[in-house]
């Protein structure tokens, strides 16, 4: 029977309510944005911490008593039983995250961190099937919001033109535009809402962009954001998500994410003969490594190649 030590220090002691309350006040002080907080990580900690730890280790109290099979049963029940076939890499990396912060603030022992998370690697990273998309297509959906929901037509649109990220479309404030009297000349992404916690500032706007752009900023509802909700809030992104997977099966014939139109822009820019630096300038991209994740051969580039490289005609 496995065994359960307890720790001599008071604050790894310490219960899983208290101890989300120190690791939240940790992940502020470290400037974390609240999206990561409250929609990556937190959802995470409850998830071992408060649902499966009291279904199937009422034993265990304090996060001290983790060990190597508590985890490795923690992963069988997200993958099999939850049914996420994909979903332990970023569970891992999420849980490891967490783990070393508490670790930091003196509430967990090192040796959670380093020998019982420490013993799991974390599994390649799972490459989604690359859903070509047409200009014609994305111009139906468009063709489509616009009627059934104009509120998103604006995020769609950008995130379509640019492949940016939805969280950071959803996110642009209105203050975040710079003006040259009524026109658009640079629309900055804060800090807290780029992956590298970097501002990122987009200088390129066309005249396409900028009507887009002026349609909603001159809108006069009293709101700190673009792109609105009926309430004036920012959208929700998860219901963002759903909306567009919804819509597209109806119109489309097939499933599409938000982030399947980021895939398509770097696909397609690089297809036109666009350099991957160019391309990076608009994403917002920092690394080449991370870049070449939303690269993808299509069939009409895969055709070119064989065509090109015939040898008997």
């Known amino acids: 029977m496995e065994q359960y030590k307890h720790s001599s220090n008071g604050s790894a002691g310490l219960s899983f309510t208290e101890l989300k309350n120190r690791l939240e006040l940790k992940l502020k002080a470290d400037n974390v944005s609240s999206r990561t907080i409250y929609h990556n990580l937190l959802p995470k900690y409850r998830s071992l911490f408060e649902t499966f730890i009291p279904m199937r280790y009422p034993q265990v109290t304090t996060i001290n008593q983790l060990t190597k099979a508590l985890i490795e049963n923690y992963k069988q029940w997200i993958v099999v039983e939850r049914g996420r076939t994909t979903g332990w890499r970023d569970e891992l990396t999420k849980i490891k995250t967490m783990v070393k912060k508490l670790v930091d603030i003196g509430c967990c022992n090192k040796e959670i961190y380093y020998d019982v ?33 104009p509120d998103l037509y604006g995020p769609t649109y950008f995130i379509m033109r640019l492949g940016w990220r939805r969280g950071q479309v959803l996110s642009i404030k209105r203050k975040n535009i710079r003006w040259n009297a009524l026109w658009p000349v640079e629309i900055l992404i804060e800090p807290s809402d780029t992956k590298t ?52 099966k109806n119109v489309l014939g097939i499933a599409l994410s938000p982030h399947d139109f980021r895939h398509s822009f770097v696909t397609t820019r690089l297809k036109e003969g666009s350099t991957p630096r160019d391309i990076m300038a608009i994403t917002g991209h920092k690394d080449v490594e991370s870049f070449n994740i939303y690269t993808h051969p299509t069939s009409e580039g895969t055709k070119k190649v064989i065509e090109n490289s015939r040898l008997l005609t």
């Open 117 to 149: 998370l420490g013993s799991f690697k974390r599994p390649p990273r799972h490459k989604k099937l690359y859903k070509e998309i047409s200009r014609e297509d994305m111009k139906k959906l468009l063709d489509y919001i616009k009627q059934d929901r």
């Open 197 to 248: 916690k970097e501002p990122f500032i987009l200088r390129d706007i066309d005249p396409e962009l900028a009507n887009v752009i002026k349609r909603y900023a001159f809108d006069k509802r009293k709101t700190i954001w673009l792109f609105p909700n009926k309430n004036n809030n920012i959208h929700h992104a998860n219901h963002y998500t759903k909306y567009i997977s919804k819509i597209s």
